[in-house]
């Protein structure tokens, strides 16, 4: 005997999220943990650098971007395993310590948070990458160097792939920057993308 219409249709509509779920957990997941850099301040989040990554990736990974304006590390420290459980990422990007920086915040105590987000994604089993970034030396250039020398620090410590800075070919160009001086615009964004994906290519086995 023939299934009623309505029925049907109910079997159907209960069906297509469990393929969808089957459909993402088949797919390796990407996560971008990172500040207002990857969270595309002040341009459309579509323009930016982690959207175009989703793009160039195609439909064999799953791109997430739990990134927030103004985090420090000690907030993504505080977040992070919530996020990591939400998520259940295979790589994590990890850009964080620019607010730090920006703030004058202890290196040493950021060196610390960066740590143990890197203990606690290696404990999910997902791999790290490292975005390194530079600041202004408006704390004079000795607490500068010392932000941006706890990145290599770190991926030799964990020997994890990093980029040692994130903006480079852009931080200095006025007409990659927005007005702020701090954030890159969107023509920017290709060129952020080009420089993770140095990094980040190998690790996925796509060709660089």
């Given at each position: 005997?023939?299934l ?25 997941t ?43 590390t ?20 990890l ?63 964990y ?5 040692p800075?994130?903006l ?16 890159p ?24």
């Amino acid at each position: 005997m023939a299934l009623p219409l309505f029925l049907l249709l109910s079997l159907l509509l209960m069906s297509t999220p469990l393929v969808h779920a089957e459909d993402e957990a088949d797919r390796p997941t990407v996560m971008v943990f990172g500040d207002s850099l990857s969270a595309a301040l002040g341009i459309e989040r579509e323009q930016g650098w982690v959207n175009l990554l989703s793009e160039r990736l195609g439909d064999e990974y799953r791109v997430v971007n739990p990134s927030i304006s103004g985090e420090t590390t000690a907030g993504g420290l505080e977040r992070l395993p919530a996020v990591l459980e939400r998520y259940r990422p295979d790589y994590v990007l990890l850009e964080l310590g620019g607010n730090d920086g920006l703030q004058g915040l202890p290196p040493r105590q950021m060196r610390a948070n960066l740590a143990r987000m890197i203990e606690l994604i290696r404990a999910e089993g997902a791999q790290v990458v490292l975005l390194g970034i530079m600041i202004p030396p408006n704390y004079g250039q000795p607490y500068a160097d010392a932000i941006a020398g706890v990145y290599p620090a770190l991926a030799q410590e964990y020997a994890i792939p990093y980029l040692p800075f994130l903006l480079e070919g852009v931080a200095l160009d006025n007409a990659l920057m927005q007005s702020d001086g701090i954030h890159p615009n969107a023509s920017a964004q290709p060129r952020l993308l080009d420089n993770l994906w140095q990094v980040l290519a190998p690790l996925l086995g796509e060709p660089s």
